[in-house]
């Protein structure tokens, strides 16, 4: 069982999906306290996207983020020099951030899971269409080969929608806009849209 408050790590370009992977590099003394505690215990905390990249200065201390975001499993964690960590992180869940909890140096916040309608048929038209706006995407950005190595990798629907999401050249916001479906249809047509869109708007930038 889960605390019901989980430390909160905010980043400004990173978007971390269900069942995907992300390496970690922890330098700033509060997430080096933070990754000691997490390691001495339960192993999980929440990677959210930050709206707005922060001041320098401020290190993203009260920079606000989106309130949607993915329980994650460090599975891997790797010692450095002065209190630094590698960390491995694997996407659990999707969360919503509830309310943040002061009493720590580092951000924590009190969530809930947003379950994923597995339930919802994904129509065979749409895979059809899906698998084309790939493919024009792929054609566009020269990428045909590494698509198809990822199209090829055994995973269920979803987890091959993330995959896809963390690996293609979307932005942060578009990663968020595709974390946040709450369905496979849904999350198959808002990843078409955003490949028409980058298709489209690559055909108009070439004339």
Known sequence: MLPAILPLFPLPQVVLFPQTYL???????????????????????VITLMRETPDPRELG?????????????????EPLTAGRWNLLLQGKETVRILEEVPGKAFRQARTEVLPFNSSVLWPGPHRRHLMESLQSYARSEGIEAQLGELLELPLEDRDRLNTLAMALDFEPTERQFLLEAS????LAERMIQLLDFAVGGRSIHEL
Do not use: K
């Open 61 to 77: 201390e009260t920079a606000p983020t989106f309130e949607i975001g993915c329980r994650a499993e460090v599975v891997r964690a």
């Open 183 to 186: 369905d496979l249809p849904t």
């Open 23 to 45: 390496p970690l590099h922890v330098f700033e003394p509060r997430y080096q306290d933070m990754t000691v505690e997490v390691l001495n215990s339960h192993h999980h905390l």
